[in-house]
């Protein structure tokens, strides 16, 4: 069945410091790949997506590249903030809206 | 335009009770999915439901229900309350059903815990 495997957390980075966070999936089709961010006491928050093969999402600094070769979709920001500071979701959806979520990493960031 | 609410916030209840939750989605949108989010599993999928009827089920027991308005609203219900089902409750809405391009709004949730 599909799943998603999530690096394992917690992250703790610098200010200004180079962030990966990386998502392999399993998936019968064609899904679509997506990446929410959780903050403290909120609800999920869509932060980028690409629904075929080679696409790149990106929003607020934020990207991932969709790579069915090697069934991934790693999450990458070039310089991180304090704010950044949250829990970070990768999922998927192939049929409908049912999603499958990787189990989540949270990412800490120091001044 | 508001968000997709749910309530209460916080629900406390004992082994064996039962317990309905509720989710308000974003006007206009008809899809409702459902989540439980626990430390251990994760996000695991509930069940999704459109225009009043249910489209997709997750692997949860016959316990977890739900429901769908007219106007869209849904109700989760839980009986025979397990001490394992503690856990935050999600509640997701999107504008259509049978597409993996839908981008899902979530709710705050709401933390049952069971004693």
């Known amino acids: 069945g599909d799943s998603v495997t999530q690096m394992e957390g917690p992250v703790t980075l610098s200010e200004e410091a180079f962030l990966t966070i990386n998502c392999t999936y399993t998936a019968t089709g064609y899904p679509s790949l997506f990446w929410y961010v959780q903050y403290p006491g909120e609800g999920l928050q869509l932060l980028l997506k690409?629904?075929?093969?080679?696409d790149k999402g990106s929003n607020k600094g934020f990207e991932a590249t969709y790579r069915k070769e090697t069934t991934s979709f790693h999450l990458e920001k070039g310089s991180v903030q304090v704010s950044d500071s949250a829990v970070y979701f990768c999922?998927?959806?192939?049929?409908?809206?049912?999603?499958?979520f990787g189990t989540g990493t949270s990412l800490t960031v120091i001044p | 335009k508001a968000g997709v609410t749910q309530t209460p916030r916080y629900l406390i209840k004992t082994r064996g009770q039962q317990v309905t939750l509720s989710c308000s989605p974003i006007?206009?949108?008809?899809?409702v999915s459902w989540y439980q989010q626990t430390p251990g599993q994760g996000l695991q999928f509930l069940f999704e439901y459109f225009s009043e009827t249910q489209r997709n089920k997750g692997n949860f027991p016959g316990r977890f229900s739900g429901r769908q308005f007219s106007n869209s609203r849904s109700e989760m219900n839980v009986s025979t309350l397990e001490l394992g089902d503690s856990a935050l409750y999600l509640c997701?809405?999107?504008?259509?059903?049978?597409?993996?391009?839908?981008?899902?709004?979530f709710g705050p949730g709401t933390r049952l815990t069971v004693l």
């Open positions: 997701a809405s999107s504008r259509a059903a049978g597409s993996s391009y839908n981008e899902q709004f």
């Open positions: 006007s206009g949108h008809r899809s």
């Open positions: 690409a629904t075929k093969a080679d």
């Open positions: 999922a998927l959806s192939e049929r409908g809206n049912q999603f499958y």
